[in-house]
Every structure is written in structure tokens, then in C-alpha cells.
Nanobody, 122 residues
């Protein structure tokens, strides 16, 4: 089972950028496709982005497409989420998760981090 720890969240003004990181340990990182999900207050957790084991495939939720970029560094066992042009609707707790297959469906992810808060002020 892989352990995941997110970092990089914080408070940012609308229009700004943040880069989230998710460090993995406890297993071979390249065995896993990785995903990012988010949950805003009072809302269900939603898919943000995912990336395949070696980074050749990525997929994005409609609300972040063109603004967010997912990437990974297998040598450092880390996945990143670069978030640009942030707006108030992006305010949420962001989670990274690991899966044996690249997927948008969060039920396919077996390991989850504790989450990092992103707050966008308008």
C-alpha cells in the first residue's frame, strides 16, 4: 500500500497560481497511476486530473481543463498539480490518490492522501 502526503496548498488571490505536490512512499511509485480530486464545502468530491504510470496519458475534469496541469517525477516519487488562473470555485480540499489504472472514477483509487486546503479569494 502506498502512502501519500500532499503539500502546497494555501490562500491565493483570484487569477493566481499554486502548485500542489504529492509525495509517495511505501511502494514503487511507477506501479501506480495517480489522480487529483477535490471536495468543496457541502459538495461531493470531484475528479480534477489523472496521469498514467509514466506520464504519457493525462485527463482533466471539464472545470479545470486548460488551467490545470498534472505531471509526475517517478525518480522523486512525486506527482504535481499546477493550477493557474484560479477562481473562487476552485476553493476546496485537494486530495491525491493512487490507482492501478488511470481513471476518472474515484472508486478505482485505493490509496488517498490526507488532503491540502486551497482557498482562492475573490
Amino acid at each position: 500500500q502506498v502512502q501519500l502526503v500532499e503539500s502546497g496548498g494555501g490562500l491565493v488571490q483570484a487569477g493566481g497560481s499554486l502548485r500542489l505536490s504529492c509525495a509517495a512512499s511505501g511502494s514503487i511509485f511507477s506501479f501506480y497511476a495517480m489522480g487529483w480530486f477535490r471536495q468543496a464545502p457541502g459538495k461531493e468530491r470531484e475528479f480534477v486530473a489523472c496521469i498514467s504510470r509514466f506520464g504519457s496519458i493525462s485527463n482533466y475534469g471539464d472545470s479545470v481543463k486548460g488551467r490545470f496541469t498534472v505531471s509526475r517525477d517517478n525518480a522523486k516519487s512525486t506527482v504535481f498539480l499546477q493550477m493557474n488562473s484560479l477562481n473562487a470555485e476552485d476553493t476546496a480540499v485537494y486530495y491525491c490518490a493512487a490507482s492501478r489504472a488511470v481513471a476518472r472514477d474515484q472508486s478505482l483509487y485505493s490509496s488517498w492522501g490526507q488532503g491540502t486546503q486551497v482557498t482562492v479569494s475573490s
